[in-house]
T-cell receptor, first 112, second 109 residues
Framework: DGGITQSPKYLFRKEGQNVTLSCEQN?????MYWYRQDPGQGLRLIYY???????QKGDIAEGYSVSREKKESFPLTVTSAQKNPTAFYLC???????????FGQGTRLTVV | RKEVEQDPGPFNVPEGATVAFNCTYS??????FFWYRQDCRKEPKLLMS???SGNEDGRFTAQLNRASQYISLLIRDSKLSDSATYLC??????????FGQGTELSVKP
């Protein structure tokens, strides 16, 4: 079935460790996005990519890094420089022009 | 000023009520507009796109006013199952998708 897959669903890491969240889509979408959501708040944009090998910082990119080596994949690394990494991370993809975005089920990251 | 701002919630309404959500955006070059619904601890899902002429889908009506940079969502005859957080989304140039902070709706029996 077509869709967006984020893995894992739950992730626990020790403070100071880098961690990479996976996002894969088989919708043949050009654009992909990473958002962070904290309890009771909206989605804040971390990074987005319109095409392979290109990506732009969103509003809260500090402490995060991404790559877009393949159209299907847009992994997000949460580095030790991110001060408050515990959050719900959502990946989305979007087709051409002004179409809507589709989301993966999200990854809940807890840093202890 | 935030790029996309929504009515602060929560909205608590009885079943059968009509409820309206409002959203304003700051970028006059915004290209497309959407309303998403998010259930607790789940991913957002598209409720409806918003077109310049306004559009309706059953009990839901969305309107766009480009001159005032304003989007609205009207829900008629509210159901218990409508309880969720409603997110206003704006696409600006370069493909950036910006979400409002969301408005929580609770429909009571």
């Amino acid at each position: 079935d077509g869709g967006i897959t984020q893995s894992p669903k739950y992730l626990f890491r020790k403070e100071g460790q880098n961690v990479t969240l996976s996002c894969e889509q088989n919708l043949n979408h050009d654009a992909m996005y990473w958002y962070r959501q904290d309890p009771g708040q909206g989605l804040r944009l971390i990074y987005y990519s319109q095409i392979v090998n290109d990506f732009q910082k969103g509003d809260i990119a500090e402490g995060y890094s991404v790559s877009r080596e393949k159209k299907e994949s847009f992994p997000l690394t949460v580095t030790s420089a991110q001060k408050n990494p515990t959050a719900f991370y959502l990946c989305a993809s979007r087709g051409s022009l002004n179409t809507e975005a589709f989301f993966g089920q999200g990854t809940r990251l807890t840093v202890v | 000023r935030k790029e996309v701002e929504q009515d602060p919630g929560p909205f608590n309404v009885p079943e059968g009520a009509t409820v309206a959500f409002n959203c304003t955006y700051s970028n006059s070059a915004s290209q497309s507009f959407f309303w998403y619904r998010q259930d607790c601890r789940k991913e957002p899902k598209l409720l409806m796109s918003v077109y310049s002429s306004g559009n309706e889908d059953g009990r839901f009506t969305a309107q766009l006013n480009r001159a005032s940079q304003y989007i609205s969502l009207l829900i008629r005859d509210s159901k218990l199952s409508d309880s969720a957080t409603y997110l206003c989304v704006v696409k600006v140039g370069g493909g950036k998708l910006i979400f409002g902070q969301g408005t929580e709706l609770s429909v009571k029996p």
